[in-house]
């Protein structure tokens, strides 16, 4: 079975312009969430979906950041407008419903984009 | 709140030792779920295991090992034996029962085994 599938894997832009980030969850998981590696804070919650819901966004850092996923099988992560400090890597992860017992909270990892903003 | 501390920043062996990185957890919840996960040089994430906090059993996976104590609140894992692949950053991490938490890191301890 194919993994999380993250695009791009790097992205280098300017400060200022917009940034997209894609992720294609593991077929059959409902379950889809966003982190953020840095240096400083390690790896954070950016927001959850369930069932292409929203339902946790609490650790979008800002309005700059919004977060879509149109259906079961893609979500985007937009920054508009990147800063410098929104330099990161940024993962996608993906679990099954909680119906299926214990191993439906093991979440699985896309390979991360690596963004930096000059 | 719910915490992960990894107390060892950086640990650092020689081929064939054994290796133990510590995880100390902290939740109100009673039911809930620890991880560990691997980070190589690569940088992708990868999942090693799941324990449940109604299940103290050890588990053994070829050179890996996890000791689970809930009256320390702890979830150690154990390398027998490291090798030179071994070298990652390894990420404990926690899990609530309810359905809206998502995983809750330590900040990560980097392992270097050198040959």
């Known amino acids: 079975d194919a993994g999380v599938i993250q695009s791009p894997r790097h992205e280098v832009t300017e400060m200022g312009q917009e940034v997209t980030l894609r992720c294609k969850p593991i077929s059959g998981h409902n379950s889809l969430f966003w982190y953020r590696q840095t240096m400083m804070r390690g790896l954070e919650l950016l927001i959850y979906?369930?069932?292409?819901?929203?339902?946790?966004d609490s650790g979008m850092p800002e309005d700059r950041f919004s977060a879509k996923m149109p259906n079961a099988s893609f979500s985007t992560l937009k920054i508009q407008p990147s800063e410098p400090r929104d330099s990161a890597v940024y993962f996608c992860a993906s679990r099954r419903g909680l119906a299926g017992g214990p191993s439906s909270y093991e979440q699985y990892f896309g390979p991360g984009t690596r963004l930096t903003v000059t | 709140a719910q915490k992960v501390t990894q107390a060892q920043t950086e640990i650092s062996v020689v081929e064939k030792e054994d290796v133990t990185l510590d995880c100390v957890y902290e939740?109100?919840?009673?039911?809930?779920?620890l991880f560990w996960y691997k980070q190589p040089p690569s940088g992708e994430l990868v999942f090693l295991i799941r324990r449940n906090s109604f299940d103290e059993q050890n588990e053994i996976s070829g050179r890996y090992s996890w000791n689970f104590q809930k009256s320390t609140s702890s979830f150690n894992f154990t390398i027998t034996a490291s090798q030179v692949v071994d070298s990652a950053v390894y990420f404990c991490?926690?899990?609530?029962?309810?359905?809206?938490?998502?995983?809750?890191f330590g900040k990560g301890t980097t392992l270097s085994v050198s040959s």
């Open positions: 939740t109100r919840d009673t039911t809930y779920y």
């Open positions: 991490a926690l899990s609530g029962y309810q359905a809206g938490t998502a995983l809750i």
């Open positions: 979906f369930n069932n292409n819901v929203p339902i946790d």
